[in-house]
Structure formats: C-alpha cells, structure tokens
C-alpha cells in the first residue's frame, strides 16, 4: 500500500476518467512522457501536433490504471498489448483511447517499447472509422475491398466480384461502424449477404450454409467474446473461420496480424487499424483529419 502511495505521489497523480467503474489517473508528467516517447519513436513523430491536440481534447488518455483494471481489459481481451503492463484501448462507450499502464510499471520500459507508436495509430484508426467515417472509408475502402475478397476466396472458395465486394464493405461499415447496430441488424446482414454472394456461390443450400455459419459466429462474438475465444480453439468450422480472416492480410504482406480474428466481420477498421501499425500516408492524414 505504501508504495502504491509513493508512487502515485511522486507522479502527481489525479483520477481523470472513469472506466468500467473504476478510476484512471494520469499527470502532467505522464502525458509529456508519452509525448517524448512518440517523438523518440518515429513512427509518428511527423504528426505531433495532432497527437498533442487530441490528447489536449483527452481523445487520447494516457494514464494510470490499477493492475486489477489493467487485467480485467487484458482479460477481455479489448485492448491491444505494448508489453505485460501497458493495453492501448479504444473505449466505445467513452469514445477515448486509453493507453493503459499498469502503476507500477517503470516509465523506463515504456520509453524504450517500440510498440507504443504502432498501436497508438491502430488505436486512431477505430476513432476515426466512428467520429469521421465518410473520410475514412473514402481512403480505405480500396484496401477493405482487397482484404474481404481475399477472404471470401479462402474462406468459402467464392470469388466475389469488386463491385459486390464493395456492397457488402459499406453495408458492415455503416450498420455497425457508422451506426448503431440494431436488433435486427443480425438478419439483415444474412440478408444482405445471400444477395450479395448469388453470382459466387450459386447453389441456394451452399450459400444458406455459408451465411448461417459465418452469421452464427459473428452472433455469438457479439454477445459473449470469451465464448467465441472458446470455440475457435475447439470447433473446427470457427478456427477454419478464424484461420481464413488471419491469411487474408497476406494480401498486403503480413504475417501474423496480433488481431482477434472475427472482428473484421463487424468493424472493418480493425483491417485498416493492423495495417496502420505500418503507417502509409494515408493514415497520418486520417490521423491529421480527427
Ligand atoms: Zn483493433
């Protein structure tokens, strides 16, 4: 306990948020560390200035969280891991990204962790495909288009056309990403999807099949992700699901995606958010736009 108490003395910390019920602290201190470190990282040491602003409009938060709040995240497995003691998270709900570290940790192993930048930007990506979507999808839904092609050729054999590609990228964009899904948002994406996928998988029991397994999936994800954890390691058709989403950033040269896999399905930005931790152009100037 005393040592907790020095610590956040030295670091003159003040609870600034709530999460989950629990507060996060952070200081002066803090936030110019975190601003040395993406300067020292390079990554995205050319847009500073956004990245001061948005934490000026606490739209990024760096800060302190207790080690049980810190877990409780790592647990549900919301957040983005830079080492064992520091998640980026982006909070929906909040509508903020957090970057997370557990009070403990020294500021030494954050200065030196190369990640930090990476997924500050992965972390951007989701806060702009919500709060600027016409932007965002105006300058990825070439690379969105790519990667569900891909997908549908791995996963189901189908080879979806670029225009309905592009179809179904908007649809799952604007119902769950620009909007709030709805009740029967779930049965209008089967729907949307039969439609869609008439011409590359024309035998009505195929595509019936195709749908129902991948709409099952993405149901139980949204209602219980610990339970789709659970089924991707033991049923086979969600790993083969699973293993499909992972191969299908191969079209853009990455290996193995630290994603959980199935995302995809309901926010596309995560497709563009893995890409961003390699950022192109583009991404600093979504980032500039926010
Ligand atoms: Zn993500």
Redesign the pocket.
Known sequence: MQKVQEAFEIASLRPVDRVYDKSVYSSDEIKDLFLSTIKKQGLLSSILPSIENLMEREIIVPCFASSGLVSLIAYKMFA?KVDKMTYAF?HRDNNKIYIFMDNQTKFIFWINNKLLSALVA??LM?YAARNNPNEFIKFFEDDLITYFRRFFYIYGQADVSEDNCKHIVKWIFNSFEKNQAKFDTISEYAKMLDGQLKDSIPMTSDRDLFTKTMLTRILIFLRNSESFVYLAKSDPETSKLVRSLLESYKSFGIGTPS?MAI?ELVFPS?VI??LSEKPHAKHLEVIRSI
């Open positions: 983005n982006y992965h972390e989701h994603t995302q995560e958010a893995i």
